[in-house]
């Protein structure tokens, strides 16, 4: 009896020994392969082009939209959103969107102190919007997510421009799909013009030239939407377009060339400069002009943000415009899939044997305004990709009251660890402080509307709220990753006279739908 129990007990101990060792091997092949699939990924996310791009196309120019000017001197643009077809290097039927066109959208041009109206029509078959990014008009007008846009409708948003002059641009901004909307190629620019400005080049097509760059991604010849690996800062492509173009070049006949830059990606951030190290000089910023030119040889891009570059191209040379690895400053990890260790090369400014001459930089740009100081400060904490101070997007929750008149102070706390930037709408704010970054770097001196905030950072934005007022429609604030806005990464605010305070609520559900903004009806 006795030396069955231990027999029994030797083999139950051999049986678990067994066991053990089975699920321990089982479990090592398990972590090696997912070290081995890890591994797999890291090895092949990283994108290097440089030295194998084609350039054997002529960069699009986006046209500029044609106007008319009513009895009463408003100018007048019309805009149709529709689908199409467009050959953006993988064929003529990759399946696309645009404005007056199938891929992307006119250029609109107008003057400081002109009335605008612009007549969009919706035809791509489902709800959207069309958003002036930059822009400061009344909130109604602003095309945000609650003056959508039925399908068939045509939506006549009007304002008069009150800003200095600046390259601005517009896009979709639907709740919920503004990444998809924009993908597939629903953006153009929008140029603010001033008379009373500095005499810079500004022929355009020849040597004032929009540079809109965006990557994307394909499955087959279709337009691939899928996120990053192992990163949720959204769709993140392995080639590079100019104003729709692949591989594109530009020929430059003038000794200098003005280039909007404009990040119209939805996730990539970009670090812009020449492969032969040519300099360039900086002179605006999102929101218009600096005071003075800054001479810079790198120039760092995140979703949504703009600079104005002037450069002189020596004669019969060719130059590359490429993003080399961008600083994010973000762990190993985030900055490995969030397009970190990533390098493009852009556009190639092929110059010809002999230049015409046009107008030099001046030394004195622009007078910028003084936005006074605070009274009020704000905090803003970037808490996950989907919330902002630990909150959700709420369409019928207003964040934040702002009295209009006042300056305010407002900071922005990136405490999740992911790479993010932060837009907000209708002002154009100083940045005041941003942490590791001296205060006087020429990136952050002019008005900007929209800012990289690294992880574990801080910026600080002075922004003083003028002119339109309206208790029941906001603005919006959020990150202009476009993933990160769809899924949540936005809040609310409404400017309101002080004796309007009170009055403010909670929003019923669309009350600031289309027909609230502008004038809308039915095709």
């Not at 129990?5 to 053990?20: D, F, H, N, S």
């Not at 896009?171 to 400005?197: C, E, N």
């Not at 337009?223 to 530009?250: R, S, Y």
């Not at 970009?270 to 030119?293: M, Q």
């Amino acid at each position: 009896m006795c030396r069955y129990a231990t027999t029994t007990r030797i083999e139950g101990v051999k049986l678990l020994g067994r066991i053990v060792a089975t699920s321990f091997a089982v479990g090592m092949t398990l972590i090696l392969g997912a070290a081995a699939v890890g591994l797999y990924f890291w090895n092949t996310t990283s994108i290097d082009t440089t030295g194998q791009v084609t350039f054997d196309r002529p960069v699009q120019i986006p046209p500029l939209a044609e106007s008319t000017v009513a009895d009463d001197g408003t100018r007048v643009f019309d805009l149709t959103m529709q689908r199409g077809t467009s050959d953006l290097g993988h064929g003529p039927d990759t399946q696309t969107w645009g404005v007056n066109g199938d891929y992307l959208g006119p250029t609109l041009r107008a003057e400081r102190g002109e009335n605008v109206r612009v007549n969009v029509t919706n035809e791509v078959g489902e709800m959207s919007t069309l958003h002036w990014h930059g822009m400061h008009l009344p909130a109604a007008m602003d095309g945000g997510p609650h003056q959508t846009v039925e399908p068939g409708a045509t939506w006549s948003p009007h304002w008069t421009i009150d800003q200095p002059a600046a390259s601005l641009w517009y896009h979709p901004h639907l709740h919920g799909s503004t990444a998809s909307h924009v993908y597939r190629g629903l953006a153009g620019m929008f140029l603010v013009d001033d008379q009373d400005g500095p005499v810079l080049p500004d022929e355009y097509g020849v040597d004032d030239i929009p540079v809109i760059v965006q990557d994307k991604k394909f499955n087959g010849n279709q337009l691939d939407e899928d996120g990053a690996v192992f990163a949720n800062v959204g769709t993140l492509g392995d080639e590079i377009l100019v104003n729709g173009t692949p591989g594109a070049f530009l020929d430059v006949t003038t000794e200098r060339v003005r280039l909007r830059l404009l990040n119209a990606s939805n996730a990539r951030i970009y670090n812009f400069s020449f492969d032969t190290g040519l300099p360039f000089d900086l002179i605006g910023t999102d929101g218009g002009l600096l005071e003075s030119p800054v001479t810079l040889r790198s120039l760092q891009l995140s979703p949504g943000e703009r600079a104005e570059i002037v450069v002189e191209v020596p004669a019969g040379t060719r130059n590359v415009l490429r993003s080399t690895p961008p600083d994010l400053r973000a762990d190993l990890w985030q900055t490995h899939f969030s397009g970190g260790d990533d390098s493009f090369d852009v556009l190639e400014l092929r110059a010809a044997a002999t230049l015409e001459s046009n107008e030099s930089v001046p030394d004195h740009l622009a007078t910028l305004e003084d936005l006074g100081e605070p009274t009020v400060t704000r905090s803003f904490e970037l808490t996950s990709t989907t919330e902002i101070n630990g909150s959700k997007m709420d369409m019928n929750r207003i964040d934040e009251v702002v009295v209009a008149g006042t300056t305010e102070l407002w900071e922005i706390d990136n405490v999740s660890g992911m790479v993010h930037n932060f837009h907000v709408h209708d002002v154009q704010f100083q940045v005041v402080e941003a942490t590791g970054m001296p205060a006087d770097h020429p990136t952050l001196t002019g008005r900007k509307d929209t800012v990289y905030v690294p992880p574990g950072t801080t910026v600080r934005l002075l922004m003083r709220f003028d002119g339109h007022t309206d208790p029941n429609i906001p603005y919006m604030y959020h990150c202009h990753l476009l993933r990160h806005e769809d899924d949540g990464m936005m809040g609310q605010f409404v400017v309101v006279g002080a004796d309007e305070v009170e009055e403010v609520g909670v929003l019923p559900i669309h009350s600031a739908h289309h027909d609230h903004g502008g004038e809308s009806h039915t095709g």
